[in-house]
């Protein structure tokens, strides 16, 4: 059964930080380009960052560039983001997408809170 399993959301304050992370299993971690996308209230999905399979590639939104890293570890098929200096507009449900040709999966989310 595949299954990405995100953890590492909460309550945060604005210029605080998180790392959430995303542990996958039931299939190839390591052969899977990865992304983070989130989901703020009442808005529609927002891509946040992707990794490429090995590592050696990534990508960011422009709001989150210099904020946000994104990296993987293939020998605990985990996937991370550390995102420093946030934001209330940070705030929002993170989700852990796997994508390799056809193959498209999700998580479930986890809840990224942004408040004073």
């Known amino acids: 059964e595949v299954m990405l399993v995100e953890s590492g959301g909460g309550l945060v304050q604005p210029g605080g930080s998180l790392r959430l992370s995303c542990t996958a299993s039931g299939f190839t971690f390591g052969k899977y380009a990865m992304s983070w996308l989130r989901q703020a209230p009442g808005k529609g999905l927002e891509w946040v960052s992707a990794?490429?399979?090995?590592?050696?590639?990534?990508n960011y939104l422009d709001s989150v560039k210099g904020r946000f890293t994104i990296s993987r570890d293939n020998a605990k098929n985990t996937l991370y983001l550390q995102m420093n200096s946030l934001k209330a507009e940070d705030m929002g449900v993170y989700y852990c997408?796997?994508?390799?040709?056809?193959?498209?999966?999700w998580g479930q989310g986890t809840q990224v809170t942004v408040s004073s």
């Open positions: 997408n796997a994508r390799r040709a056809s193959r498209d999966y």
């Open positions: 990794i490429n399979n090995r590592g050696g590639k990534t």
